[in-house]
């Protein structure tokens, strides 16, 4: 698997199921609309692409981030390898 860079939430497919928040509590939380978002540092949330280095935790592991993906029935999720190419879904 390449290395993860870049994460995305696509608004107009997660439906709250939070699968991701019980696999990666430490990147994804809902936000008041019930859709999930992933928790950047200095307390920014967001859903749009976001580098993994601007992740609050960035260190969290790929093979996490890919479990958080997976678990999403709607696969909202998206993964990013570091030439852009989507590793996921």
Do not use: W
Not at 26 to 39: G, R, T
Not at 46 to 58: P, V
């Amino acid at each position: 698997m390449e290395k993860i860079k870049k994460i995305k939430v696509d608004r107009k497919l997660c439906i709250g199921a939070a699968s991701c928040i019980v696999a990666a509590m430490e990147v994804f939380e809902l936000d008041d609309k019930n859709i999930a978002v992933m928790l950047l540092k200095n307390g920014v949330k967001k859903s749009g692409m976001t580098a993994k280095e601007k992740l609050e935790h960035s260190e969290t592991d790929d093979e996490i981030l890919m479990m958080a993906a997976q678990s999403c029935p709607t696969r909202a999720v998206f993964l990013y390898d570091e030439k852009g190419k989507q590793v996921y879904p």
